[in-house]
C-alpha cells in the first residue's frame, strides 16, 4: 500500500521526501525560494541605495523614506492575509478535484485584496500627516516621507495584487512563471529607478514612482496569466463575489503571518521613535540601512529554514522520526553556522555595508558602532529561525506565533523603550535591544523545541529501536 501511495504522489509531480538525502532535499527547495525571496526584497533595497545617493539631501531623503516602513509593511500584511490565507485553502480543493470551490476561494482572496487596499489607502492618505509624525518623523524629513508614501499608496492596490495573487500562480505548480513575474518588476525598477530619480530629477518621488510601475508590472502579468486557460484554474468573474464561509476561513489561516507583520511594524514604529527622540534624523538614516542590510543578511537563512519545512512536514506525517531528527540538525548546523559567519563579517566590515546606502561622513561614523552593536552576537537568531520552523512544519503554529511574539512585543520594544534611559545609553540603548532580544528570544524558543520536540521524537526513535 504504500508503495502505491508514494508512486501515487512522484506521479502527480510532488517529491518523495521520505526517501534519499535529507539534506538534498533541503538544499534543492532552498535555492529557488531564496532566489524569489531576494528579487521581492530588491524592490525596496534599490530605492534605499539610490535615495542614499541624492545630493545635498541623501541623509534626510533616506530618513524619511525609512519613516514609512511600517505603513509598507503594513501594507504587506494585509496582502498576506488574503494571498497566504487564501492559497493553501485553494490548493486543499485544488488536490479533492473540487475546481469549483478552488475559484471561489482564489475569487473571494482577490476581492478581500481590492477591499483591503482601498480601504488602506484611503486611510493612510486621509491621516498621513499625523501617522507619519506618530511614526517619527522630524520638520526636515517630513517632506520626504510624504513625498514617497502618497505615490505609494496610490499604488499599494498593486502591490497587494502582485503579492497576494502570486500565491495561487506557485500553488498550480507554476513556479518559474511565478519567479519570472516577480522577476519582470525587480528588472522594470532597476530601469526605472536612477531615470525617474536622476535623469528626471523627481528625487524621493521617482524612487516611489519607479516602485509603483513596477509593481503595477507584475500586477498584469499575474492577472494575465491568472485569466488564461493555461493557468489551470482561472480566475473568472462569477467567483468575485464574496461568501462568508469563503472569507472567516481565509482571514483566520491568514492571520498568523499578518500578525507576525503587524509586530513587525510595531517594532519599526517604537524604534523610529526613539531613534528621533534621542538622536534624531542621522539615526533613522543608520536604522534604515540596518534594516536594508537585514533584509539581505536574513535571506538564506530564511530560505534554509522554508525550504526545511515540507521535509520535515512530509516524514513527520510518515512517522519517520529519524528523519525528522536529521532535518532538524542539518537546518540548525547550517543556519546557526551561515548567521555566525555573517555576524563576524558585519561586525568587521561595517563601513563597507554602510558605504553601499551612503556616502555621507556623518552617517558612516555614527553607524559603525551602531552596526556593531545592533548585529552583535546575531547567530542566536539562526536558533530563532530553526525553532520557529520546527514548530511551523510540525503543525505547531501557535508555539511558533507566540515565540515571534515574545521576542518582538514582549523584549524588543520594551527594551527599545527602557534602555535609552539607563545610564548614559542613550540612542545606544535602542540598537542594544536587538542583541538582548536574539539571546533571549532564540534561546528560549530553540531550547522549548529541543524539549517539547526533538527530545520526544528522539525517544520515540529509541522506542521502536528497542521493540
Same mark, same amino acid.
Given at each position: ?23 538534498? #532535499? ?30 545635498? %539631501? ?48 482564489? $475569487? ?87 531615470? +525617474?530619480?536622476?535623469?528626471? #530629477? ?17 500586477? %498584469? ?6 485569466? #488564461?486557460? =493555461? ?39 517604537? +524604534? ?6 534621542? $538622536? ?28 526545511? =519545512? ?44 554602510? #558605504? ?27 536558533? =530563532?529561525?530553526?525553532? =520557529? ?54 534561546? +528560549? ?7 517539547? %520536540? ?14
Amino acid at each position: 500500500m504504500r508503495g502505491k501511495i508514494e508512486a501515487t504522489i512522484k506521479h502527480k509531480g510532488g517529491e518523495n521526501f521520505g526517501n534519499g538525502s535529507v539534506a538534498r #532535499h533541503i538544499l534543492r527547495l532552498a535555492l529557488p525560494m531564496t532566489l524569489a525571496q531576494f528579487i521581492n526584497v530588491l524592490y525596496n533595497i534599490i530605492d534605499r541605495i539610490y535615495i542614499g545617493r541624492l545630493p545635498d %539631501v541623501a541623509d534626510h531623503a533616506l530618513a524619511g523614506v525609512g519613516i514609512t516602513f511600517p505603513i509598507i509593511t503594513l501594507v504587506i500584511a494585509f496582502a498576506n492575509l488574503a494571498g497566504m490565507g487564501g492559497a493553501p485553502l485553494f490548493s486543499i480543493e485544488r488536490g479533492r478535484g473540487n475546481t469549483k470551490k478552488a475559484e471561489e476561494i482564489m $475569487g473571494n482572496s482577490f476581492t478581500l485584496l481590492l477591499v483591503f487596499g482601498i480601504v488602506l489607502t484611503l486611510f493612510v492618505l486621509l491621516f498621513k500627516t499625523d501617522i507619519l509624525y506618530l511614526f517619527g518623523a522630524s520638520d526636515a524629513i517630513f517632506s520626504f516621507a510624504d513625498d514617497y508614501i502618497t505615490i505609494y499608496m496610490f499604488g499599494s492596490l498593486f502591490v497587494m495584487i502582485s503579492l497576494g495573487m502570486n500565491s495561487f500562480i506557485n500553488a498550480q505548480g507554476f513556479g518559474k512563471i511565478g519567479m519570472l513575474s516577480v522577476v519582470l518588476g525587480a528588472v522594470l525598477n532597476i530601469i526605472l529607478d536612477p531615470l +525617474c530619480i536622476f535623469s528626471f #530629477h523627481l528625487g524621493v518621488k521617482g524612487a516611489a514612482i519607479a516602485s509603483v510601475l513596477s509593481q503595477l508590472a507584475s500586477a %498584469v502579468c499575474i492577472l494575465w496569466f491568472l485569466a #488564461h486557460k =493555461q493557468s489551470g484554474i482561472m480566475l473568472r468573474r462569477h467567483a468575485l463575489k464574496l461568501q462568508l464561509c469563503y472569507v472567516k476561513k481565509i482571514l483566520m489561516l491568514g492571520m498568523s503571518g499578518f500578525v507576525m507583520a503587524i509586530t513587525n511594524s510595531a517594532v519599526q514604529v517604537v +524604534c523610529n521613535a526613539s531613534l528621533q527622540q534621542y $538622536g534624531g534624523d542621522v539615526y533613522i538614516s543608520i536604522m534604515t540601512i540596518i534594516n536594508s542590510l537585514r533584509e539581505v543578511i536574513t535571506l538564506p537563512a530564511s530560505g534554509i529554514t522554508n525550504a526545511a =519545512q515540507p521535509v520535515l512536514g512530509y516524514n513527520y506525517g510518515a512517522h519517520k522520526d529519524e528523519r525528522v531528527l536529521k532535518a532538524i540538525r542539518f537546518m540548525s548546523v547550517v543556519v546557526v553556522a551561515y548567521m555566525l559567519l555573517m555576524w563576524l563579517f558585519v561586525y568587521l566590515t561595517p563601513t563597507f555595508f554602510l #558605504h553601499i546606502f551612503s556616502s555621507d561622513q556623518v552617517i558612516v561614523k555614527w553607524g559603525i558602532p551602531a552596526i556593531q552593536l545592533y548585529y552583535f552576537g546575531y547567530f542566536m537568531m539562526g536558533f =530563532q529561525f530553526s525553532g =520557529q520552523s520546527v514548530f511551523v512544519a510540525l503543525n505547531k503554529s501557535g508555539q511558533a506565533i507566540f515565540f515571534s511574539l515574545f521576542r518582538k512585543v514582549i523584549i524588543v520594544i520594551p527594551l527599545t523603550l527602557w534602555l535609552p534611559t539607563v545610564g548614559q545609553l542613550g540612542v545606544m540603548g535602542v540598537f542594544l535591544a536587538e542583541p538582548i532580544s536574539n539571546f533571549i528570544g532564540g534561546g +528560549c524558543s530553540y531550547l522549548t523545541m529541543y524539549l517539547t %520536540v526533538y527530545k520526544k521524537l528522539k525517544n520515540d526513535c529509541k522506542a521502536k529501536e528497542e521493540v
